[in-house]
C-alpha cells in the first residue's frame, strides 16, 4: 500500500502514490494475529469471552476482567479518525512527508483504539470524526494494518 | 497505623545544575559531578553525608544520551558509600527519582539522598544527526512493550502523539493556535532573563507562526530544544535538614498516579497521567491550587504544559487556552509565573529535575534577573502521555 506525497506548486497539486519504508514489529503468540490477519484480509482485535469485550494491544490477559478466555477475532476494519496529525518532518533519509498518523476508533466498540496511518488522500482532508476502513501493507510476513477514507458508514 | 504521608519527612536542601551546552565540551560525566557537587555544597554537606542516589531514567542511553550516567556510575566516580541507590525509566515520569529518592529517605534508609539527572542529546546530535530518531533505539524488530504498535507507522518521536492530543484539545475545547503559543513566547521571555538558557533572543507571534511545521497542529518552537546538562538536588531527612545551609524546601505533597494504561495512544488524549496526578498530589495536602503562588510545568511540548495546567487544577479543564491568552496570567508578574527559567522551550531540554532546581530557586529567591516576587508555594511537574509526577514544594 501507498502513502500519497505532494509535488508542484498549490495550484497544480499532483499526488504520487510513494511506498513508505517501515520499521517491522517482532511476532509473538500474543501480537502475531493482530500484524498477519490481512493475510486473510481481516483485522484481528483481541476480544474477552469473559467481559465480552475488545482490547487492544493485545496480550493474554484481559485488562478489564482479567480473564485469561482471550483470543483474536475479525472485526469490520470501519472506524472513524479520533484524532490525527499530519507528520512534516522526515525524521530519517527514508522517510519521505507528508504523512498521516492517526488514532482510529473501530466501529465495534466505544473507545477501541489504534494507532496507525491514514493513506491514499490528501492528507489536507483528513479531519476528526473521518471514517476510514482498513487496508492492508504487506512488507515480509506482516501484513500492516493502514486506514483509508471510507463512506459514510 | 501511617499517620503520615511520606513526603512530609522530606526536604530539598540544595540544588546544582552544570552548564547548559548546545554542545557542551565536556563529558557527561564531568556535567553530572558539576551538577551533583554544587548541590552537595548548596545544601551546606560534605561528599561523606550523601548515604543514597537517586536518577530517572537510570542508565539509559538508548544510542542518543537520553541518560547518559546512571546511578551506579556516579556513586562510583564520587565514592560514595551509600545505603541505598536506584534509577530506571519505570515510574511516574522524570520526577521519578525525586520521589524514590523521598521514599528512600522516608523508609529509613538513607539520610541525604543525591538526585540527578542528566542528559547529552546535543552532542549526540552533533555527531549524527539521526540518533535521536525512535528507530536508532532498536535494532531489528520492534519488541519494545508499546513502541512496537508505532513504530511500524513512522511514528519516530513523540512528537506524532503530542500533536494529536493537541488536534484533540483544540477539537474538543477550542483551543486556539494563538492561545498555545504563548507557552512558548512566555518561556522565551523568561529564558531572556536566564544566562544558562539556549535561546534568548526575543520572539513574537508572527516568530512562532513563521517556524517550521513539524506535525500539524505542532511547530518547531512547540518543542523543546535539545541540550547537554545535568541538573541536581538534594534531598534530606527534614530531622536532618535543619544543619543544612538554607531554610529547607519541604515536599507538601507528591503526585505519581496512573489510572490508565501504560501507553500513548490508549490513554486519555487530553487528560495523559496529568489528572491522576493532579487528584492524587490535591489528596495529600490541606493545600488547594489558588495556594500556588509560580508553577515550573513540563515543556517539553507546549501542549503538556497545558494539560499539566487542567490536570494539576491550575485552571478548569478545557480552559488553558483562554487561561494563558495574551501571556498576562503566566507571566513573571501574572497571577501565576510559569517556566521562570525559559522552560525546555527555550532555556534546554535538563528533562525533568530543571523544573524542580528553578522552583527551589524562586522560593529561596535566588533567581537573580527572573526573580519574581517571594512566594511559599511553588509545583513542579513533568512527562507527558503515561508519564508523570508532579511536587507541591513549600517554604515555611
Not at chain 2, 554537606?45 to 537517586?54: F, M, P, S, T, Y
Not at chain 2, 523568561?190 to 500539524?216: G, H, Q, V, W
Not at chain 2, 522552560?343 to 529561596?364: D, N, P
Amino acid at each position: 500500500m501507498y502513502n500519497f506525497i505532494f509535488s508542484g506548486s498549490e495550484s497544480g497539486r499532483r499526488w504520487y502514490p510513494w511506498p513508505m519504508t517501515r520499521k517491522l514489529p517482532a511476532l509473538t503468540a500474543d501480537t502475531a494475529p493482530f500484524w498477519q490477519g490481512g493475510s486473510r484480509g481481516v483485522l484481528q482485535i483481541h476480544y474477552c469471552a469473559g467481559c465480552r469485550c475488545f482490547f487492544h494491544p493485545p496480550n493474554p490477559i484481559c485488562p478489564s476482567c482479567n480473564s485469561f478466555d482471550v483470543a483474536p477475532r475479525a472485526v469490520s476494519g470501519r472506524g472513524r479518525v479520533v484524532t490525527f496529525t499530519i507528520n512534516r518532518q522526515a525524521w530519517t533519509p527514508e522517510l519521505v512527508e507528508p504523512y498521516v498518523v492517526a488514532i482510529i476508533e473501530l466501529a465495534e466498540q466505544a473507545n477501541l483504539r489504534l494507532l496507525s496511518n491514514i493513506v491514499g488522500c490528501d492528507p489536507n482532508e483528513v479531519a476528526i470524526g473521518m471514517p476510514v476502513s482498513v487496508t492492508f501493507a504487506q512488507l515480509e510476513d506482516v501484513w500492516i494494518p493502514l486506514f483509508e477514507r471510507a463512506g459514510d458508514v | 497505623m501511617f499517620d503520615r504521608l511520606f513526603e512530609k519527612d522530606v526536604a530539598i536542601t540544595g540544588v546544582g545544575q552544570s552548564e547548559v551546552g548546545r554542545p557542551s565540551l565536556k563529558s557527561a560525566m564531568r556535567l553530572t559531578l558539576d551538577a551533583s557537587l554544587e548541590a552537595i555544597a548548596d545544601a551546606g554537606l560534605r561528599r561523606e553525608d550523601i548515604d543514597g542516589v537517586a536518577c530517572w531514567p537510570g542508565d539509559n542511553n538508548n544510542g542518543n544520551s537520553f541518560s547518559p550516567v546512571g546511578p551506579n556510575a556516579l556513586l562510583s566516580a564520587l565514592g560514595l558509600k551509600v545505603n541505598w541507590y536506584g534509577g530506571g525509566y519505570e515510574g511516574p515520569g522524570p520526577l521519578a527519582g525525586v520521589i524514590n529518592g523521598a521514599m528512600a529517605i522516608a523508609a529509613g534508609l538513607c539520610r541525604h539522598v543525591l538526585v540527578f539527572r542528566t542528559i547529552t542529546e546535543s552532542s549526540a546530535r552533533a555527531r549524527d544527526k539521526g540518533v535521536s530518531a525512535l528507530t536508532a533505539k532498536t535494532v531489528g524488530r520492534d519488541s519494545s512493550y508499546f513502541w512496537q504498535w508505532y513504530t511500524p507507522y513512522n511514528v519516530i518521536s513523540a512528537v506524532s502523539f503530542m500533536a494529536m492530543y493537541a488536534q484533540r484539545h483544540f477539537h474538543d475545547y477550542g483551543t486556539r493556535p494563538e492561545q498555545l503559543a504563548q507557552i512558548a513566547l512566555t518561556c522565551r521571555r523568561n529564558a531572556a532573563l536566564n544566562p544558562k538558557a539556549i535561546f534568548r533572543s526575543p520572539m513574537t507571534l508572527e516568530d512562532y507562526f513563521a517556524s517550521k511545521m513539524i506535525s500539524t497542529p505542532l511547530r518547531m518552537f512547540d518543542c523543546d530544544v535539545h541540550c547537554d546538562a545535568s541538573t541536581a538536588i538534594v534531598l534530606s531527612r527534614r530531622d536532618a535538614a535543619h544543619a543544612c545551609r538554607q531554610a529547607p524546601i519541604r515536599i507538601e505533597a507528591i503526585g505519581a498516579a496512573l489510572h490508565q494504561p501504560w501507553s500513548w495512544d490508549q490513554i486519555s488524549l487530553t487528560e495523559n497521567a496529568a489528572f491522576d496526578v493532579g487528584r492524587m498530589m490535591w489528596s495529600r495536602t490541606d493545600l488547594k491550587p489558588k495556594d500556588v503562588s509560580s508553577a515550573q510545568l513540563y515543556d517539553g511540548f507546549s501542549i503538556l504544559t497545558m494539560i499539566w495546567l487542567e490536570g494539576l487544577g491550575l485552571c478548569p479543564r478545557g480552559e488553558s487556552g483562554r487561561f494563558v491568552e495574551g501571556g498576562i496570567r503566566i507571566a513573571r508578574d501574572g497571577s501565576l509565573p510559569l517556566n521562570t527559567n525559559g522552560g525546555q522551550l527555550s532555556g534546554g531540554r535538563t528533562h525533568g529535575l530543571g523544573y524542580v532546581h528553578e522552583a527551589c530557586l524562586q522560593l529561596w529567591g535566588r533567581a537573580g534577573e527572573r526573580q519574581i516576587a517571594p512566594h511559599k508555594i511553588a509545583v513542579a511537574a513533568a512527562g507527558g502521555g503515561p508519564l508523570g509526577g508532579s511536587l507541591l514544594l513549600a517554604r515555611d
